[in-house]
């Protein structure tokens, strides 16, 4: 059974810093793409940002600049340091694997459970 296990997150005052980190654990074939969503309450989730196998990495334009994403491939871990935090960017982070179970297998999504992210004074 695939895991993705997230830590971090937490309270953090406007500007300050957080780092987010997620592993995935089980069986799989290969873990394409991981990254990081996030989601206000009442809204959609969105992109955060990505990394795939060749190092390309995605991110949203409101977190350019001040987020960064780093991936451990040997581990198959992510994570996902903030820093220059606002209280805009308070939200539930999500982590996300796209992986495929067989070389044949098409892949899909698994998510983490969430960890809360607060900016706030």
């Known amino acids: 059974q695939v895991q993705l296990v997230e830590s971090g997150g937490g309270l953090v005052q406007p500007g300050g810093s957080l780092r987010l980190s997620c592993a995935a654990s089980?069986?799989?074939?290969?873990?394409?793409?991981m990254g990081w969503y996030r989601q206000a309450p009442g809204k959609e989730r969105e992109l955060v940002a990505t990394?795939?196998?060749?190092?390309?990495?995605n991110y949203a334009d409101a977190v350019k600049g001040r987020f960064t994403i780093s991936r451990d491939y040997d581990r198959n871990t992510v994570s996902l340091q903030m820093n220059s935090l606002k209280p805009e960017d308070t939200r539930v982070y999500y982590c996300?694997?796209?992986?495929?179970?067989?070389?044949?297998?098409?892949?899909?999504?698994?998510w983490g459970q969430g960890t809360q992210v607060t900016v706030s004074s």
């Open positions: 089980g069986s799989f074939f290969s873990l394409d793409v």
């Open positions: 996300n694997g796209f992986l495929r179970m067989t070389y044949a297998d098409a892949g899909r999504d698994y």
């Open positions: 990394i795939d196998t060749n190092r390309n990495k």
